[in-house]
């Protein structure tokens, strides 16, 4: 990156130091915390989102949308996370492309599933095997959300399904009194008072979320701790510019800082949240504020 | 007469299809000097230098795809990659499940390396790459088998005292024990493991193992693989 990095041999500590940690491969472990972060924003909303959907069905009287609901929270609660990884994002792309090979390639004559291959036709691929290498990674960036947003949406659902039954029964029942629908009611009452019941449980449900970011590279997405344990390992001088010893306990002793100073700062905004969200409420929380004014 | 001219048609369809198709090539890029990211974190070593002449040779666009070793055969058989080219031994249970083409480094030696010379390697604690030739011959050979996800780690296993010895390719042995200042040494008899390390493809894709199995002969009969092969491996490397 700077001019004097030609012949690293030569540099003194700190020269050296800035070489090194300005190559190539470094700013791709700089450019994964960012990923990393941006994930995070994206998944946890999704994965709210997927909760709350996956909650109401829980909820409602129509026999099949609950038993869909129910059914989505209990498996995938009770599948192992890395055997979902694995599995589930292999079977999403063959899905994708098995569609999409029915929609482009109606002619082709030739078995998808052939011993342990899974083929469709080239224009079917997802992505195409000729874009850009970028595409690629976007598409497992995606594919990435998509499978984190499933797993915590289901732990999400659960503890939003207990949130939405611990709003009190007198709540519902004035609302009923003054003439409301279920949808009114649902809408107007329970989702409004729920959130100071599911807040704990989906605070924990984000940090270890935060912590769950090293399953990244199962999904083809390359994250800070395949980078600080690809950067930290041996280096020979054969192989690279900058030959150093075993340094992954550095590398991971900056993850550790970075993963430490971000659930703080959760812990931090979190409470924030709480203390607005049992401003008013019935509970001992909301009790405590009010009298703390008084 | 009607069936020739659509085969013609069909081939030339294809043919065209062949030239926009890009032929993604999956490897480790963590097995150096066979491959490994440089410092521009681009994968790059013996099997770069190799491909990307194969790639020319056969008239093929190449991009280089990194992934785990785990699932690096689970990968291309979905389809997610085109070819493996990642040091892989060529071995008859991969054989069941993927194809491969002839091989590109003959069939080499396997070595252990431990801190001290009076291990012995048959009862020692051994350390190997998962899902290697290499564990598999540790497991059968009576020591106690520690295996790892990352060469890298199962080297770190000797040297901070986790394992006695660690069992890999010699080839990616020779620098590290050659760099480590006496720290580290080659311990035992080698061993012959495998029928070599060509590249993987799906059983399927019997039109690309065509293409690169003669584009590896070509450069088998004018000898710039074993340029390439001294080059990175050395002059005691074993060559075609």
Same mark, same amino acid.
């Not at chain 1, 609901?69 to 899905?95: E, T, W």
């Not at chain 1, 690279?240 to 100073?261: K, Q, S």
């Not at chain 2, 899902?131 to 020591?143: C, L, Y």
């Given at each position: 990156?700077?001019?004097?990095?030609?012949?690293?041999?030569?540099?003194?500590?700190?020269?050296?130091?800035?070489?090194?940690?300005?190559?190539?491969?470094?700013?791709?472990? !700089? !450019?994964?915390?960012?990923?990393?972060?941006?994930?995070?924003?994206?998944?946890?909303?999704?994965?709210?989102?997927?909760?709350?959907a996956g909650a109401s069905a829980a909820r409602s009287r129509v026999l099949p949308l609950s038993l869909?609901?129910?059914? !989505?929270?209990?498996?995938?609660?009770?599948?192992?996370?890395?055997?979902?990884?694995?599995?589930?994002?292999?079977?999403?792309?063959?899905?994708?492309?098995?569609?999409?090979?029915q929609w482009v390639c109606p002619d082709w004559d030739q078995p998808i599933r052939q011993g342990n291959d899974f083929l469709v036709c080239q224009a079917a691929k997802v992505p195409l095997g000729n874009s850009p290498q970028w595409v690629h990674k976007t598409y497992s960036f995606f594919v990435a959300v998509f499978t984190f947003a499933i797993v915590f949406g289901a732990f999400a659902a659960n503890v939003l399904y207990g949130a939405m039954r611990a709003v009190p029964r007198a709540?519902?029942?004035?609302?009923?009194?003054?003439?409301?629908?279920?949808?009114?009611?649902?809408?107007?009452?329970?989702?409004?008072?729920?959130?100071?019941?599911?807040?704990?449980?989906?605070?924990?449900?984000?940090?270890?979320?935060?912590?769950?970011?090293?399953?990244?590279?199962?999904?083809?997405?390359?994250?800070?701790?395949?980078?600080?344990?690809?950067?930290?390992?041996?280096?020979?001088?054969?192989?690279?510019?900058?030959?150093?010893?075993?340094?992954?306990?550095?590398?991971?002793?900056?993850?550790?800082?970075? !993963?430490?100073?971000?659930?703080?700062?959760?812990e931090v905004v979190l409470d924030r949240v709480m203390a607005r969200l049992t401003l008013g409420q019935a509970t001992t929380g909301g009790d405590a504020q009010r009298k703390a004014k008084a | 007469m009607k069936r020739l001219i659509l085969t013609t048609a069909a081939l030339a369809l294809t043919a065209s299809m062949g030239m926009a198709q890009t032929v993604r090539m999956g490897t480790e890029g963590a097995y150096p000097p066979y491959n490994f990211l440089n410092d521009k974190g681009e994968v790059d070593g013996f099997e770069r230098e190799l491909g990307d002449e194969l790639c020319k040779r056969a008239a093929l666009t190449c991009e280089w795809v990194t992934t785990d070793w785990d699932g690096i055969i689970p990968n291309l058989v979905s389809g997610n990659y085109d070819t493996i080219i990642a040091g892989m031994s060529i071995t008859a249970e991969r054989d069941e499940v993927i194809d491969f083409t002839q091989?590109?480094?003959?069939?080499?030696?396997?070595?252990?390396?431990?801190?001290?010379?009076?291990?012995?390697?048959?009862?020692?604690?051994?350390?190997?790459?998962?899902?290697?030739?290499?564990?598999?011959?540790?497991?059968?050979?009576?020591?106690?088998?520690?295996?790892?996800?990352?060469?890298?780690?199962?080297?770190?296993?000797v040297r901070n005292g986790e394992a006695d010895a660690v069992f890999a390719d010699k080839d990616y042995l020779a620098p590290i024990v050659e760099e480590?200042?006496?720290?580290?040494?080659f311990v035992?008899?080698?061993?012959?493991?495998?029928?070599?390390?060509?590249?993987?493809?799906?059983?399927?894709?019997?039109?690309?193992?065509?293409?690169?199995?003669?584009?590896?002969?070509?450069?088998?009969?004018?000898?710039?693989?074993?340029?390439?092969?001294?080059?990175?491996?050395?002059?005691?490397?074993?060559?075609?």
């Open positions: 990156m700077f001019s004097f990095c030609t012949d690293p041999d030569t540099l003194s500590d700190l020269a050296w130091m800035a070489c090194y940690l300005t190559t190539g491969k470094h700013l791709n472990f !700089y !450019y994964a915390f960012g990923t990393v972060l941006v994930l995070l924003a994206i998944t946890a909303p999704t994965a709210l989102a997927f909760g709350f869909i609901g129910k059914g !989505y929270i209990a498996i995938v609660r009770g599948v192992p996370d890395i055997a979902f990884f694995l599995f589930f994002v292999i079977a999403l792309d063959q899905g994708l492309e098995f569609l999409k090979h709540q519902l029942e004035t609302a009923e009194a003054y003439g409301m629908t279920h949808r009114q009611t649902f809408w107007r009452i329970t989702v409004p008072q729920m959130w100071v019941y599911a807040l704990p449980g989906l605070s924990n449900l984000w940090m270890v979320l935060i912590k769950s970011t090293p399953l990244l590279f199962l999904l083809g997405v390359e994250d800070i701790v395949y980078w600080a344990r690809e950067l930290g390992g041996t280096k020979t001088p054969r192989f690279t510019d900058y030959p150093h010893g075993d340094w992954r306990m550095w590398y991971f002793l900056v993850l550790l800082v970075f !993963y430490l100073a971000f659930t703080r700062l959760s | 091989n590109y480094i003959p069939p080499a030696s396997s070595a252990y390396v431990g801190a001290s010379a009076d291990i012995d390697v048959a009862t020692a604690v051994v350390s190997a790459q998962a899902a290697t030739i290499q564990a598999g011959h540790v497991a059968e050979s009576g020591a106690t088998l520690l295996e790892f996800a990352t060469p890298e780690e199962t080297v770190a296993s480590s200042g006496g720290a580290l040494m035992g008899e080698d061993v012959q493991l495998g029928g070599g390390v060509g590249m993987g493809l799906r059983e399927s894709d019997t039109e690309l193992r065509t293409k690169f199995d003669a584009a590896i002969q070509s450069m088998k009969d004018d000898g710039t693989l074993n340029t390439l092969i001294t080059k990175w491996f050395g002059e005691d490397a074993a060559t075609f």
